[in-house]
């Protein structure tokens, strides 16, 4: 399986990026995919995942700013992230997981940097 993450940048305080993931390979179903994101001299974080079946959960410092959505017959997933903060500069990573058939993959993660 692989990850191919993209839509990161250079965007201002309180700008909005895209960030989208698109997997391909043997994926099966059911499955969650999600996105986590690791600043510099920090652990990796969770962000949000959301199931096949459109089921959706995020990190409480990203409630209400960012939305997480996905395209099953593409096998993408995106990230739209508004009312950036310099915070949440990061390394985000795409992330796939089995919930049924045990697999985990990552992509290569996709630089967000949000300053004036």
């Known amino acids: 399986v692989q990850l191919v993450e993209s839509g990161g940048g250079l965007v201002q305080p309180g700008g909005s990026l895209r960030l989208s993931c698109a997997a391909s390979?043997?994926?099966?179903?059911?499955?969650?995919m999600g996105w986590y994101r690791q600043a510099p001299g920090k652990q990796r974080e969770f962000v949000a995942t959301?199931?096949?079946?459109?089921?959706?959960n995020y990190a409480d410092s990203v409630k209400g700013r960012f939305t997480i959505s996905r395209d099953n017959a593409k096998n993408t997933v995106y990230l739209q992230m508004n009312s950036l903060k310099p915070e949440d500069t990061a390394v985000y990573y795409c992330?796939?997981?089995?919930?049924?058939?045990?697999?985990?993959?990552w992509g290569q993660g996709t630089q967000v940097t949000v300053s004036s």
């Open positions: 959301i199931t096949n079946g459109g089921s959706t």
């Open positions: 992330n796939i997981i089995g919930l049924g058939i045990s697999y985990n993959y």
């Open positions: 390979g043997s994926i099966f179903s059911p499955n969650a």
